[in-house]
């Protein structure tokens, strides 16, 4: 919705709907909070100084890590009208891939964790394209079979590590620690590799989006499908393509977090800071623009990170950042028609 | 085999059916008049919660149900509104309020009860059941309705309702009208909005309905994001039954058929993190079978079949 916007000559001053938005969504918390008996002026100063300060600056961004890898990942598709809402599931069986192929693989450390990525991208990257496989060959709804094939995926990596790759010597759900070596370098502090990694896949979707071909068939198919296959777009790759590189970015987020920061696939531990659908909101929030959705995905990540400050605080729970999300969303869809497909 | 199907089998899938039966007529009906309705999952979620505070704060299970069913519908009218009046996307707002459902289910609970994750208390008053010894042997039915809420008995006789309402009334005419042909129904003196706020916002008393039964039925306990994708089985049961509330029963029985199982399962051994997906599995494999066959009836419409799900036209954006 920003690109439209932009191009269009300004009648008279129109303040921009995201900022619209966002205050909206400050003021329904507000009354939020204070009906939990807290105050809000307070509660926003802690998330604010909880996430941007300089201290917390290094938080933000390894919390951004994943959030913005999921918000490209949810923007791909999104880009050509589709969404995918199976990130959970991709991201989990991308961890777990991640895992099995760095224990297991006898290469030397740095060719074992770049086999682990790739092993988990492409493994997740096939299991979302089930999803538009599903639809294109058997007439299943993208919308419905992609959150519907999340939880089998759950499962059966949950079973996995209860069962037979459980690591014995803590007894919980979760495999044996990975090897040093395999892991991914640090930066400074909480910051890895993994972080620019996400990068390098930003600023790729950015790239393929404005200057490849590929990216202006998928932005004519968001704009009008029946057009572009009638332009000779094939849309049934296409669709392909794009669940594939959507769970692919999903399943190496899964990857990087087991190869950079947890060291070894724990039950349930990816999914339990929703990085997906954070991620599928600040992909939503720019309408699947990339640029606008990175931008997004950072802005949320602070308002999330800063949400632990304040639940440190004061004794308002964080789980607020997430309801403060969800009304920018609706804010933006019901009052300015965000995610409304030319007809 | 026969020793599979048990009375207590049959009596739990019963009780698993009906959320997802009371989702599914909340569906079809939105299906009908041309709102195409994901929120479902977040509309039980808020049910449920609802059901749970107000039961554990007035010491009454139909307290529960009332104060979820009004919550639920208050829940609906962003749908209810962004949709008509303000012509927003569908499919986001229903998103939105799925997460929004969510979160604000999770934070509530925190700032309430000062619990997160699982929350109960012996204050919550659970539904009570309506036992019928006298149809206790009757096979099948009869091992599945001698002991339900009276939640499970309005889910079924809302099927019946909803069916004659939509399909033997002028109210059901103008509805199916307001869905096939908005235009059309317009110039005759319908009026489209109108019908559509009323539709989702009673699509939403019926969502009320399935959280209660959900944190008050079998269990009194409130849970996390404890509404796990029986909304969407529910939409999945709405185009299965191509937006008609027997078939889509039809659909939700099988549903319930497979939740049961997976109890069965797990009773004989097996994990219950391979058994729990059973009715994902299910619903995916129901929906490959339902093309197929589509398919085979009538090729020619194959195409338009494929394009909008459910046997119902899409529903467009109003640019008039």
């Known amino acids: 919705m920003t690109a439209p916007d932009a191009a269009r000559p300004a009648r008279r001053f129109r303040t921009p709907p995201a900022a619209t938005a966002i205050l909206f969504a400050a003021i329904v918390g507000g009354v939020l909070v204070v009906a939990s008996g807290a105050n809000p002026l307070d509660a926003y100063y802690q998330i604010l100084a909880g996430s941007l300060s300089l201290g917390a600056l290094p938080d933000t961004l390894n919390w951004a890590t994943p959030l913005v890898g999921m918000a490209v990942a949810a923007a791909i598709p999104l880009r050509g009208g589709m969404i995918n809402l199976g990130g959970d599931g991709q991201m989990a069986i991308g961890g777990l891939v991640a895992a099995i192929v760095a224990l297991c693989l006898p290469a030397p450390g740095p060719l074992a964790a770049i086999a682990a990525l790739l092993a988990a991208a492409l493994a997740a990257g096939l299991y979302a394209a089930l999803a ?95 057009f572009a296959g009638y332009g000779g777009v094939d849309l049934e790759k296409q669709a392909m393509l794009a669940m594939f590189s959507s769970g692919a970015i999903a399943g190496a987020v899964g990857a990087i977090i087991v190869l950079g920061s947890d060291f070894r696939f724990i039950d349930g531990a990816l999914l339990i800071p929703s990085y997906t659908w954070s991620g599928l909101m600040a992909a939503l929030l720019a309408n699947g623009e990339p640029v606008g959705t990175v931008v997004a995905g950072l802005f949320f990540a602070a308002l999330q990170t800063g949400g632990f400050a304040m639940q440190r605080e004061t004794t308002i729970p964080r789980v607020l950042t997430l309801v403060l999300q969800a009304i920018v969303i609706l804010f933006l869809a019901v009052r300015h028609g965000l995610g409304r497909r030319g007809a | 085999m026969s020793d599979w199907i048990t009375p207590f089998l049959i009596q739990s899938a019963v009780q698993a059916i009906t959320p997802i039966l009371l989702a599914a007529l909340a569906g079809s009906l939105c299906q009908r008049v041309g709102v195409f309705n994901v929120a479902l999952e977040g509309k039980i979620l808020i049910g449920a919660f609802a059901a749970v505070v107000a039961s554990s704060y007035m010491q009454s299970a139909t307290g529960g149900v009332a104060a979820a069913i009004v ?250």
């Open chain 1, 132 to 226: 538009a496989w599903g639809e294109t060959r058997h007439g299943i709804p993208m919308l419905v079979s992609s959150l519907l094939l999340s939880y089998p995926a759950i499962g059966f990596c949950s079973y996995i590590v209860r069962f037979p790759l459980r690591d014995t010597a803590t007894g919980l759900p979760q495999t044996q620690m990975i090897p040093e070596s395999a892991r991914l370098l640090t930066i400074a502090g909480p910051l890895n590799v993994g972080m620019l990694i996400i990068v390098a896949i930003a600023v790729a979707a950015i790239f393929l989006d404005r200057r490849a071909i590929v990216g202006y068939e998928l932005r004519l198919r968001g704009l009008n499908k029946r």
């Open chain 2, 71 to 320: 919550a639920a519908m208050i829940f609906s009218l962003i749908l209810a509104y962004g949709a008509t009046i303000f012509r927003g996307d569908h499919v986001v707002i229903c998103i939105g309020m799925n997460l929004l459902a969510s979160g604000l289910t999770a934070y509530l609970l925190r700032v309430l009860f000062g619990v997160s994750g699982v929350f109960s208390d012996p204050a919550i008053v659970s539904l009570g059941k309506i036992r019928i010894p006298a149809i206790r042997d009757i096979p099948i039915i009869g091992w599945g309705f001698f002991s339900q809420t009276v939640v499970t008995w309005l889910a079924w006789a809302l099927v019946v309702l909803i069916s004659l309402i939509l399909f033997r009334t002028p109210v059901g005419l103008r509805l199916r009208g307001v869905g096939e042909q908005p235009d059309a129904a317009e110039t005759l003196g319908v009026n489209v909005a109108g019908y559509r706020i009323a539709t989702v916002i009673a699509a939403g008393a019926l969502c009320g309905l399935a959280g209660a039964q959900l944190s008050l039925g079998a269990v009194s306990v409130f849970a996390e994001d404890m509404s796990a994708g029986r909304g969407w089985i529910a939409v999945v049961a709405v185009m299965l039954g191509r937006a008609n509330p027997i078939y889509s029963a039809g659909a939700c029985a099988l549903f319930g058929l497979a939740d049961a199982l997976s109890i069965r399962l797990q009773g004989e051994g097996l994990p219950n993190q391979l058994t729990d997906i059973s009715p994902y599995v299910v619903t995916l494999a129901a929906l490959v079978i339902s093309h197929r066959k589509r398919l085979r009836a009538a090729l020619p419409s194959a195409e338009i079949d494929a394009a909008s799900p459910g046997g119902v036209a899409e529903p467009q954006p109003d640019t008039r």
